[in-house]
C-alpha cells in the first residue's frame, strides 16, 4: 500500500522568502505524485503532479516540486511566497494508471507573515 | 480544467433526519468518484470509491449503511448521510476522475459542510 508524509505540520515564513514543503512517500511500485492547495472553507485545487519524465515539475502559482526516487520525496518549493498563498498544502501519492486511490498526506499548513 | 460541480455547500439538519450531497462532473465522465471526509484542521480521509452502476467500495471502518453512495450515472454520484448525530457533522468533499485521462488526477468539487444540531 501507498502512504504520504508530509514531515512539517506547519511552515511560517515572511512574505518574499523561499519556502520548502517536505513530502516523503512509501510505494513498492510505480507512483503518480501530486501537490494540492486548499484555502479554508474550500475544495482542492491541483498545483501541480508528477506523472513520469522530468522530475522537476512546475505548476501553478509559482510553485515547483522535485521528484526523487531514491529519497522518495517529492519536496514543493517556492521562490518567493506572497501573502496569497497562506494555505493547507497536500501532497498526494496514488498508483501509476488511473484506477488507483488518492491516498493524501497530513497537510502543512503555510503561514505567510508580512 | 474539469470542473466538479458539489450541492450543498452548506447543510444544517437536526439530528435523526438524513441528508443527501450531490456531486457532479460537469464537463466529462466520471466512472469513478471519491468522497472524502475532513475534520477540522486535519487531512482528507477517503470514506468510499463510488463506481458507476455498481455498489460502492468502502474503506475500513466506514459504516456503509450510515453512508449511502449511489452512482447512477456518468456525471452523477450523490452522498447520504442517514438517521445524522452531532458526530457526523463534518466537511465532506467529493472527486472524480475523468474516464479518458491516464493522469491519475483526481478533481475536487468545493466540499460541503454539515452540522447536525
Known amino acids: 500500500a501507498q502512504s504520504v508524509t508530509q514531515l512539517d505540520s506547519q511552515v511560517p515564513v515572511f512574505e518574499e522568502a523561499p519556502v520548502e514543503l517536505r513530502c516523503n512517500y512509501s510505494s513498492s511500485v510505480s507512483v503518480y505524485l501530486f501537490w494540492y492547495v486548499q484555502y479554508p472553507n474550500q475544495g482542492l485545487q491541483l498545483l501541480l503532479k508528477y506523472l513520469s519524465g522530468s522530475t522537476l515539475v512546475k505548476g501553478i502559482n509559482g510553485f515547483e516540486a522535485e521528484f526523487n526516487k531514491s529519497q522518495t520525496s517529492f519536496h514543493l518549493r517556492k521562490p518567493s511566497v506572497h501573502i496569497s498563498d497562506t494555505a493547507e498544502y497536500f501532497c498526494a501519492v496514488t498508483l501509476s494508471g488511473n484506477t488507483g486511490k488518492l491516498i493524501f498526506g497530513q497537510g502543512t499548513t503555510l503561514q505567510v507573515k508580512p | 480544467g474539469a470542473v466538479v460541480s458539489q450541492h450543498p455547500s452548506w447543510v444544517i439538519c437536526k439530528s435523526g433526519t438524513s441528508v443527501k450531497i450531490e456531486c457532479r462532473s460537469l464537463d466529462f465522465q466520471a466512472t469513478t468518484m471519491f468522497w472524502y471526509r475532513q475534520f477540522p484542521k486535519q487531512s482528507l480521509m477517503l470514506m468510499a470509491t463510488?463506481?458507476?452502476?455498481?455498489?460502492?467500495?468502502?474503506e475500513q471502518g466506514v459504516e456503509k449503511d450510515k453512508f449511502l453512495i449511489n452512482h447512477a450515472s456518468l456525471t452523477l454520484s450523490t452522498l447520504t448521510v442517514t438517521s445524522a448525530h452531532p458526530e457526523d457533522s463534518s466537511f465532506y468533499i467529493c472527486?472524480?476522475?475523468?474516464?479518458?485521462?491516464?493522469?491519475?488526477?483526481?478533481?475536487f468539487g468545493e466540499g460541503s459542510r454539515l452540522t447536525v444540531l
Open positions: 463510488s463506481n458507476e452502476g455498481s455498489k460502492a467500495t468502502y
Open positions: 472527486s472524480a476522475r475523468d474516464t479518458l485521462l491516464n493522469t491519475g488526477e483526481l478533481f
